[in-house]
């Protein structure tokens, strides 16, 4: 997931009561909720090909994570010492951890996936249940993260606390008002979600809340979270049926929700000669393919040195879950992955080189 979602959830933990601990308990947990993904520092020099091989690596690992718990904890209560802060290291090393496992549990919900056993074991595993922006569970980790703890201090609590929530939202609103005609979304989600971050801005107004409020939150994003594994594997059905309705033996598939529609999902299924994506609307019971492209995996040119031998070739068959090869619209080659696109155009993810000469 992106590191707006990471952050509130730790927040959100933290406001369950755990903050009453220690002054400090909140803003660790919300910095150990974002710091294995400081593996995107090398991507600063190394760029998308490092990128692509080395990112939820060894940071999002179980072995990572159980060594970042104790590391980051002693750091941040030396630094608390050093600032001549009162901090105790068990609370500290509690929410250290708390926010540490909460990362790769978050990441394993898409289909970018999660490689828990590294560098023991460099497999990817995909959850393939959430869009890896979902502005539900935003609603739902602020809403936890805004009603809890601190409203429990009543109407003398500082205003600032407030005044800060309100970026935030007029942010959200504008980004899933503007994503939304974009992804084909109905206005009335964005609505919906606006009317749900105003009554929790209300409630915090009015000082209503507290630590079982966020507890009360967090256990709806796990029913919401529930409800969306179902829904993915239901959708996933229905597109391999649609797929094999379509004379195609499918050996490799995912499921994917659409942001802010966690109703429509978009299927890909595949053999070893084409890819094909479905687009399955569970409200509207509908099921149709939207996109085929042909594989090309056992071409040639994929064999050519001035292809196979580079540092881009090697991070496409690392990372790349659903890889084709097509010729974009100019007549260079371009290595995808059907996951994000399935069109031979330039992503995050995928390369382009001068077609080589047969």
Not at 13 to 27: E, H, I, N, S
Not at 219 to 237: E, I, K, M, N, Q
Not at 254 to 272: K, L, N, T
Request: hydrophobic residues 50%.
């Amino acid at each position: 997931m992106e590191n707006v979602a990471h952050s509130l959830l730790g927040l959100a933990l933290a406001r369950t009561g755990l903050d009453r601990r220690d002054a400090l308990v909140a803003p660790t947990l919300v910095l150990a909720a974002n710091l294995p993904d400081i593996d995107t520092i090398g991507a600063v020099f190394g760029g998308k090909t490092w990128y692509l091989i080395h990112h939820r690596g060894l940071t999002h690992g179980a072995l990572g994570i159980a060594l970042q718990i104790p590391l980051f904890a002693l750091l941040v209560h030396v630094v608390a010492r050093w600032a001549g802060r009162r901090a105790r290291l068990g609370p500290l090393l509690a929410a250290s951890a708390l926010g540490l496992i909460s990362h790769p549990l978050l990441d394993a919900l898409n289909t970018y996936g999660v490689r828990p056993f590294i560098p023991f074991d460099w497999t990817w595993y995909y959850g393939d249940v959430a869009f890896i922006l979902d502005p539900w569970l935003w609603l739902l980790f602020g809403a936890a993260a805004c009603l809890g703890g601190n409203v429990e201090r009543g109407p003398r609590r500082a205003r600032h606390g407030d005044a800060a929530w309100l970026p935030f939202g007029l942010l959200a609103a504008s980004i899933l008002f503007a994503m939304g005609p974009t992804r084909g979304a109905p206005r009335a989600a964005a609505i919906v979600w606006a009317v749900g971050a105003a009554i929790v801005a209300a409630l915090r107004v009015r000082g209503l809340g507290g630590a079982k409020v966020a507890g009360l939150a967090l256990g709806l994003s796990a029913l919401y979270l529930a409800g969306l594994c179902a829904a993915s594997r239901v959708a996933l059905h229905r597109g391999l049926a649609e797929a094999r309705g379509a004379e195609m033996q499918p050996t490799e598939s995912s499921s994917s929700p659409q942001p802010m529609i966690p109703w429509r999902f978009d299927v890909v299924a595949g053999d070893r000669s084409a890819l094909r994506r479905i687009r399955v609307d569970l409200l509207a019971g509908t099921t149709r393919a939207t996109n085929t492209i042909v594989r090309n995996l056992d071409d040639p040119v994929l064999r050519r040195p001035e292809i196979v031998e580079t540092p881009e070739y090697e991070a496409w068959r690392r990372f790349a879950r659903h890889p084709y090869a097509a010729a974009d619209a100019e007549g260079r080659l371009v290595l995808g992955d059907a996951r994000y696109e399935m069109r031979p155009v330039l992503t995050f993810c995928s390369f382009r080189f001068a077609m080589p000469e047969r």
